[in-house]
């Protein structure tokens, strides 16, 4: 699954950061939320939280593309061939924004 491609672009956009003009970002979460941050960071095997944000920024704006192209993210069980689809409410927003723009249109 998966494809070259999409490893590029990851690449891609994460290395076109360097040298672009930068704006620091502070977030306040409660406790649990930052050990999960860093949890994740850490079985990930990345250095900083930027990275792991970076990281889920680059799958974020993945998902929001795919789903405008009215395309379903989901997780698949290889060996049962079942799949499990991703809602949260973001991405329903956008899916159903992109319908209404398909809609409008015809």
């Given at each position: ?5 999409e490893?590029?672009y990851?690449?891609?956009?994460a290395?076109?950061?360097l ?6 970002v ?15 960071a850490?079985?990930?095997?990345l ?13 974020l ?6 789903v405008r ?13 079942r ?11 956008v ?7 398909t809609?409008?249109r015809?």
């Open positions: 699954m998966g494809g070259s491609h490893s590029q990851a690449q891609s956009e290395a076109s950061d040298g672009a003009e930068t704006t620091r502070q977030l306040v979460l409660p406790a649990e939320r930052v050990r999960m941050l860093d949890q994740l850490t079985e990930a095997g250095a900083t939280r930027k990275d792991l944000f970076n990281n889920a920024l680059t799958l704006n993945w998902a929001v593309r795919e192209r009215g395309r379903v993210i989901a997780s698949v069980d290889e060996t049962t061939q799949f499990t689809e991703l809602h949260i409410p973001m991405l329903d927003a899916a159903a924004s992109a319908a209404d723009k809609t409008t015809r």
